[in-house]
């Protein structure tokens, strides 16, 4: 039994993948790094913290955390509320400040 086991491991480290490997080689980066890739078309100009924070006490305690400006490449502006459940775009504006979610469009 003892030199049939002795055969079965003789066999295995024949067949180990590591048995070509040089551990002192310097290894080779490609691995790890991953391959260049394009990046994705700019869908927004600027992300900015609005001029409506912090926010008042009472939202504060209702989960909202920041209020954020987002403009897009074609002009639009953005009120986003970032809550502790998530984000959502609000009702405000640059004058008028309205921390309510904003309703959905009529399409969607």
């Not at 310097?26 to 924070?53: M, Q, R």
């Amino acid at each position: 039994v003892a030199r049939q086991a002795q055969k079965i491991s003789g066999a295995a480290q024949d067949a180990s993948p590591l048995k070509d490997y040089d551990f002192q080689s310097v290894p080779s980066l490609n691995n790890l790094v991953p391959d260049f890739f394009e990046p994705g078309p700019k869908t927004v100009k600027s992300v900015a913290l609005s001029s409506w924070n912090p926010p008042p006490c009472h939202l504060r305690q209702r989960g909202h955390l920041l209020y954020m400006v987002v403009t897009t490449n074609e002009g639009e502006q953005f009120q986003i509320t970032s809550h502790v459940s998530g984000f959502f775009v609000n009702k405000s504006s640059n004058a008028k400040f309205d921390p309510y979610p904003r309703a959905s469009p009529k399409g969607y």
